[in-house]
């Protein structure tokens, strides 16, 4: 059974591989990471089934979903990855800011394009 560990950035954490010590944890940490897969194909799914038929409106009520839900990560997540990085518990090290600049990369591309539409540019 494929784990989805390098998709989803489990293996990042050492915790990873120190969870295969004890089977019922790996186990746990396996199922979490793959539920995660899952949700990800449904969003990434959704998304595409909403670009390529929903109209305009509906295309920027989502772009504004998509932003609010993307900036929870740097007051959900990202305080406990950076913790995590600056203990030396991922690799490699860095990932926290890496992550952090792309999905800040991203919602400002959405915000962009939000402006952009609602200004009928």
């Known amino acids: 059974m494929q784990d ?7 293996c990042i954490f050492s915790s990873w591989e120190k969870s295969k010590a004890d089977p019922e944890v790996h186990m746990l940490m396996r199922y979490l990471v793959n539920w995660l897969a899952g949700v990800k194909m449904i969003v990434i799914a959704l998304v595409l089934v909403l670009v390529f038929t929903a109209p305009e409106s509906t295309l920027i009520l989502a772009a504004i979903a998509l932003v609010i839900t993307i900036a929870s990560f740097y007051w959900r997540l990202y305080p406990l990855l950076r913790t995590a990085d600056k203990a030396g518990q991922l690799s490699p090290r860095g990932h926290a800011k890496r992550l952090s600049v792309m999905l800040m990369g991203l919602e400002l591309s959405l915000i962009f394009g939000i402006v952009m539409q609602l200004i009928g540019f």
């Open 4 to 10: 989805n560990c390098k998709f989803n950035g489990a």
